[in-house]
Structure formats: C-alpha cells, structure tokens
C-alpha cells in the first residue's frame, strides 16, 4: 500500500518555473517503485508526463522535453517535477503514482497508486 500526497502547485505567469513535490508513505521500500506524474485539463483525458524506475531512469511526454525535470529521494520517501519555462498550456491538475514494477508506463491504469493531485495554473 502506498499513500501519495502532492504539493507545490500554484499561480505562475509564463515563462516561470515551479517544482512540485509527492511525498509517499509505504509498507515496502519505495525506491523499488516505479513512480510517475501524470496532468489532467479540464475536459481532456489523465496524459503522463514524466516517469522515473528503481535505478533512476527517466522517460518523459514530448511535450515536456527539455523543459520539466523528474528526480527522486528515496530517503525522503518522496519524488519532484522540477518544471521550467511554463506555458499557458501546462495549466491542468498534477498528480504523482506510483506502480510496484521496475518498467515505466504512460498509460494511467497501469498505475495503482494515486494521489488527490495539486492544480498548476499558468497565466499569460
């Protein structure tokens, strides 16, 4: 069982930068989880925008490149999206997951674990 709590989400005009954290809780070693963020827009469908596994690899969306980071603590228990150079675009609800496997998936019911998801505002 794994429980996710988002945070660091807020109001950032375009151009800016916020770094969102997930902080887990869980009965086993969370480094062995593979462990995701995923947006929502109003209207649109949950779509993946960055993974990271046990050893630290990294895939991410094309549409965030370059431009958001992926990082993990596991001695924190918790995981970051360091997300530069916003655009009105990245405006959505952000949530982490978690999967106890080593791949990482896009696909968001591949992911157990979930948290209640922090909102990302980006003004132009």
């Known amino acids: 069982q794994v429980h996710l709590v988002e945070s660091g989400g807020g109001l950032v005009q375009a151009g800016g930068s916020l770094r969102l954290s997930c902080a887990a809780t869980?009965?086993?070693?969370?480094?062995?989880?593979?462990v995701a963020w995923f947006r929502q827009a109003p209207g649109k469908e949950r779509d993946f925008i960055a993974a990271?596994?046990?050893?630290?690899?990294?895939s991410f969306a094309d549409s965030v490149k370059g431009r958001f980071t992926i990082s993990r603590d596991n001695a924190k228990n918790t995981l970051y999206l360091q997300m530069n150079n916003l655009k009105p675009e990245d405006t959505a609800i952000y949530y982490c997951?978690?999967?106890?496997?080593?791949?990482?998936?896009?696909?968001?019911?591949?992911?157990?674990?979930w948290g209640q998801g922090t909102q990302v505002t980006v003004s132009t």
């Open positions: 990271i596994n046990f050893s630290g690899s990294t």
């Open positions: 869980s009965g086993r070693n969370f480094g062995s989880y593979t």
């Open positions: 997951a978690a999967r106890a496997s080593t791949f990482a998936v896009i696909t968001p019911t591949m992911y157990l674990y």
